[in-house]
Nanobody, 120 residues
Framework: QVQLVESGGGLVQPGGSLRLSCAASGSIFSINTMGWYRRAPGKQRELVATIPTGGSTTYADSVKGRFTISRDNAKNTVFLQMNSLKPEDTAVYYC??????????????WGQGTQVTVSS
């Protein structure tokens, strides 16, 4: 019905940068809030950042000042620019979108995840 496809993960040295992208496609009428979550080994999934259609973005305290979330509504795409990466940012990053589908029902969709590894 709706697919979220992430890209941009990989291996980076501490202090480096990566940019994640997530494109939504399928039976989309509109998209409300989009966001990024992550799950580190042995830990629960946690919120990284969210961005509504309009309004203020939110960030986890651990990434404030280093990560920036943005979106391209025309392309149903959300981005996560990650700077000054630390080893503790190592995790699988998941894209999330609250989507109003063409039937006008609202559903919560997740991407398949992309691995980010910060290591020297």
């Amino acid at each position: 019905q709706v697919q979220l496809v992430e890209s941009g993960g990989g291996l980076v040295q501490p202090g480096g940068s990566l940019r994640l992208s997530c494109a939504a496609s399928g039976s989309i009428f509109s998209i409300n809030t989009m966001g990024w979550y992550r799950r580190a080994p042995g830990k629960q999934r946690e919120l990284v950042a969210t961005i509504p259609t309009g309004g203020s973005t939110t960030y986890a305290d651990s990434v404030k000042g280093r990560f920036t979330i943005s979106r391209d509504n025309a392309k149903n795409t959300v981005f996560l620019q990650m700077n000054s990466l630390k080893p503790e940012d190592t995790a699988v990053y998941y894209c999330n979108a609250l989507v109003v589908v063409t039937s006008r029902s609202t559903y919560d969709f997740w991407g398949q995840g992309t691995q980010v590894t910060v290591s020297s």
